[in-house]
């Protein structure tokens, strides 16, 4: 599965358009990324942020309702956040996944 995933993390890469990822965990620390430490210590905090905000919003509305997407599009770039759960040694960690694309 680690295979797959480094591949998918690949191809994304490679994509016209795209500057780079960023994978969080719950605690809002970059576990994987492409871009320098700074960067994405800054995205990661930024779309924690936004998670948080995002959720607290929809389950206003319906309380068992979950964010599974959110691409956030501005005049210059679009950012991508994709929040789940990975397994991860028989345990369960929150993962968000962000990919900033121009």
Do not use: C, W
């Amino acid at each position: 599965m680690a295979t797959q995933i480094e591949e998918t993390l690949k191809r994304i890469q490679t994509s016209d358009g795209v500057i780079g990822f960023v994978i969080v965990n719950n605690a809002g620390i970059p576990i994987k990324s492409n871009m320098d430490d700074a960067m994405s210590v800054r995205y990661a905090g930024l779309v924690q942020q936004l998670i948080a905000t995002s959720q607290t919003a929809i389950r206003k509305d319906d309380a068992t309702d979950k964010l599974t997407y959110l691409r956030l599009r501005t005049k210059h770039n679009e950012i991508i956040v994709i929040p789940g759960i990975q397994n991860h040694r028989g345990g369960s960690k929150r993962v968000a996944k962000g990919l900033l694309h121009r």
